[in-house]
């Protein structure tokens, strides 16, 4: 087992607002995930099933808040706090937010090259 930070991982989506960092391990995905208050994943996962993320993530939130919008309503995730989160939803950082995040690596491959196709498209 290593440890590993930020400036150790490859990046793996940069854009306005948003930094995550990756490494894999025995297929599972492990990030570092930076977002801006006032982020929103809304239109980074239009295009998607019902415009949300369908990976499931398992993680931390090392600091911050991060608010979790699915079907159902949303909730809301402090700083040291662990979460599971199911297929279909988008985030939203209320505040500058930190965590570590685990997914799947075949899906999160699909999820990244998505949002790298709508940043893309978007200039």
């Known amino acids: 087992m290593s440890d590993f930070g930020w400036d ?3 990046p793996a989506l940069e854009g306005p607002g948003v930094g995550i960092r990756r490494r894999d391990n025995d297929g599972l995905a492990q990030a570092l995930i930076r977002l801006d ?3 929103r994943t809304d239109p980074l996962f239009a295009g998607l099933p019902h415009d949300q993320c369908q990976c499931a993530h398992w993680g931390y939130i090392i600091s911050g808040t991060m608010r979790v919008h699915t079907a159902d309503g949303h909730a809301d995730y402090e700083a040291g706090r662990l979460y599971y989160w ?3 939803h988008n985030l939203e950082a ?3 937010t930190e965590y570590v995040e685990f ?3 075949e899906e999160y491959d699909q999820l990244m090259a998505h949002c790298h196709r709508v940043m893309g498209a978007a200039g």
């Open 103 to 105: 997914t799947r690596s």
């Open 37 to 39: 208050a006032g982020l």
């Open 8 to 10: 150790e991982m490859d």
């Open 94 to 96: 209320i505040t500058d």
């Open 86 to 88: 199911a297929p279909g």
